[in-house]
């Protein structure tokens, strides 16, 4: 199974950009579909980003679309959400996941996801 660990959240202006990475250990990671969810206080997971594991199809939430751009690097079993334009909406934990590798998942869906790290803050101020 993998193991997920997220980085590179931290206090951004509003404008600025970021970019999370999340290193996975485990032998399935280029076949599996990567996802970002992100958690604003008092709210819930959300969907943000996600990548399949086979030809690279990207999906975003409205919401971030044409800001977020997620990406992989199998070779270093690494998943990345380069965030720009940042908005004080954006504040949240980012969490990365992994999903379980069934066909006819909802890539949206946290139900879709069979793996999870354990969250970076991003906050973002005006």
């Known amino acids: 199974q993998l193991q997920l660990v997220e980085s590179g959240g931290g206090l951004a202006q509003a404008g600025d950009s970021l970019r999370l990475s999340c290193a996975a250990s485990?032998?399935?990671?280029?076949?599996?579909?990567m996802g970002w969810f992100r958690q604003a206080s008092g709210k819930e997971r959300e969907f943000v980003a996600a990548?399949?594991?086979?030809?690279?199809?990207?999906y975003y939430a409205d919401s971030v679309k044409e800001r977020f751009a997620i990406s992989r690097d199998n070779a270093k079993n690494t998943v990345y959400l380069q965030m720009n334009s940042l908005k004080p909406e954006d504040t949240a934990v980012y969490y990365c996941?992994?999903?379980?590798?069934?066909?006819?998942?909802?890539?949206?869906?946290?139900?879709?996801?069979?793996?999870w790290g354990q969250g970076t803050q991003v906050t973002v101020s005006s």
């Open positions: 485990g032998r399935t990671f280029s076949r599996n579909t």
């Open positions: 990548i399949a594991g086979t030809y690279d199809r990207k």
């Open positions: 996941a992994a999903d379980r590798l069934v066909r006819g998942g909802i890539v949206a869906s946290r139900l879709n996801y069979a793996y």
